[in-house]
């Protein structure tokens, strides 16, 4: 197993690996070691179905099953469907097109998703990253003591978070129960301190007015999602791209809707709560 640093920062290529012959317990926390350090993974080279796919996604965590049954596979609830089929309807259309962190509005949140591409166009649909850690670590010191101890309320999200050119898209999000996390915490396994969720799912901030929250969160979420703290990657056919939804925010790229040879895109996603009890991963 080989893991290859991207040249930007963050993020890394994990080559040397078949996930459908089934993992030792070494080579999971080797692939965990490398998330953590890096941030997100692209593992190209891969041929999973179903089944194969969801018991390595068991071993990063327990699969979530995700709120809405439109975007669930009919006989796996944990498996999301994500498709540029031209019969998608307009409000079905680039619905993770703005920074966030997944599962956020849930508690616990998700901690890792993976993506598997079954097919997906040579070029395109980059995901977007941002270093939470790093851009806690740009802060000086009298924003880290404003933002210490400050709890965010998480649920659908505040539109006024929303930057030009974000997009969450129309379709009906159900009624989400108000759940609150540290804006400032440290990360589960390598104990970093981070900025967690300032955008997406965010709506206010505890014992604080609305719009001076907003305002807050806008100023965090300028400063984490700035250029110097981004990279990108992307799942390609037969590919695996993997992130650690602690220490990132992501965002989608526009998706060009279409059947043809070469442009059609059909990805697997599954998320995961909660980190594997294995002693080794404190090496991270």
Known sequence: MHCEAMERG????LSGINISDGLTA????????????HRFLMIPGQELDTESYLA???????PIVFFDPAQRDGGTPELIIISNSPDTIADNRDFALHWHSDGSYENPPASITT???????????????????????????????????????????????MADGEYRGRANVPSLPQVHHPL????????EK????PAGSAAGIVGMAEDEAIDLLREVKRHATSHRFRAEGAARTHGMLIWDNFAVLHS?????????????????????????????LAEA
């Open 194 to 197: 981070l900025l967690y969720a």
């Open 10 to 13: 963050f993020g890394a290529v």
């Open 252 to 280: 989608a790229t526009p998706t060009n809707y279409s059947d043809k040879d070469g442009e059609r895109r059909m990805i697997y996603r599954i998320s995961t709560r909660d980190i594997p009890q294995m002693a080794d």
């Open 184 to 191: 400032v915490r440290q990360h589960p396994v390598t104990g």
């Open 115 to 161: 993506l598997y591409a079954v097919e997906a166009p040579a070029s395109g649909n980059e995901t977007l990253f941002c270093d939470m850690v790093a851009a806690y670590d740009a802060l000086d010191d009298v924003m880290k003591a404003r933002l210490e101890g400050l709890i965010v309320v998480h649920g659908k999200g505040d539109k006024r978070l």
């Open 26 to 37: 070494g080579d999971i926390a080797t692939i965990l070691r490398s998330l953590y350090r």
């Open 56 to 62: 390595f996604a068991r071993r990063l965590g327990r």
